[in-house]
Structures are given as C-alpha cells and as structure tokens.
C-alpha cells in the first residue's frame, strides 16, 4: 500500500495561493481585455458599486446589503447578494450581516421563480479565497437560477472515505469551531 503523502504545510499553501491569485489576475485582465470590459480593481468594484460609482442593475437594497446582477452570468437572471459594508473574506464579516445576507439570497431565490427568469432550481454558492474561486475581495453570494441541462455545475467526484475517516474531521472541525472566531481580520485566504 502506498502512505498518502503528508498534506502541505501553511507556508507552501499561501505561495500556492499567491500564485494561483497571480494567475487568475492576468488571466481576468486577458478575458477582460477580449470582452471590452475595463480593468477592474477586484478590492474595490463591489464598493464602487455600493456607493454608485460603478453601475449595477440593482435587484434589491437595504441599509446592509445589496444585490444586484452578474455582469458575466453563469445562466440568465444570475444575482449577486453583498454586504454594504466591505469584508474581503468570510471571516471578516459580521456574521449578522452573513445572515442578512443569506435572508435576501433566500427572498430572491423565491422571486426568480416567480419572475420571467426561466428557473426551475436555485444554487447558492459563496467563493472564500483564492483557492476556492473567489476573484473579487468583497464577499458576495451568488444566486444562480437553474434550468435542465444548463451545464451549470460542481465539478468534483464524490469520494467515499470510511465512517472513522468522517468521525476524525468531524471531531477536528468540532474543536475548531469552539476557538473560531467570526469577523476577525484576515486576507483574502483567510490568512
Ligand atoms: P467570484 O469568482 O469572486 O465568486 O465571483 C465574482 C463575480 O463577480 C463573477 O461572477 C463576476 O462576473 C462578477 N463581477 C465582476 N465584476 C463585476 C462588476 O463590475 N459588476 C457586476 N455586476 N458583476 C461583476
């Protein structure tokens, strides 16, 4: 049988993160340039858009959360659900504001199916860090209509690790979810 290999440490993973977030940059200015989209700054755009200096098409506002839609929807009537309030990471956010902002993805859900967006399913899907596909630093949920056969989807197989392989993370995750604390600072990782 072969060992698995040990997991990297911290350091190796945030060089890994850095480079994969150097690649997806150059590779979003290059899409950006074939599409005549400007450069967008990935710290600010969302900011920019709360406070009316960038345009959005505005689906829904309260005094802590907008959303509005995708400029590059995954499936027509794509939204995006954001805190007003800048938090670049999961970890930075009030986790009030995190629930406010699960409300309005939850209310809007219902409303694309009652809208003339075609939408026979929803996905809720959330992107914190680099490695996880996030590519703007200010934390959003994306409320994704769906339709059959819309070729939306997670790509991963499934895997089916042993009952003892479960318990083990189970435990570890537990024990970390007692220290955890919410809306601490950190970077875009959550480093
Ligand atoms: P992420 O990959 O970070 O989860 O998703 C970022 C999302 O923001 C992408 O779906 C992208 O299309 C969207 N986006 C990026 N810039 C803008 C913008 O200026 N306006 C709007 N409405 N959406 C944007």
Redesign the pocket.
Known sequence: MVAAPNPPGPAVRAVVSRVLGAVRMVRRRRRNRRLG?PD?D?YA??A??VAGR????KVYEDDDVLA???????TPG?L?VIPKVPARSLAELDPVIGGKLFQVAQRLAAALRESEVRCDGVNL???DGVT??????HV?L?VIPRTPGDGFGLRNRATTPPRADLDYLAASIRGAAGRAQPNAASGPDGK
């Open positions: 989209l967008m990935p755009i969302f920019d858009i960038a345009p959005s098409s509005f839609m995708d400029i590059r929807p995954m794509h995006l899907f959330l992107a996880a596909g996030q590519e703007v630093f959003h994306h």
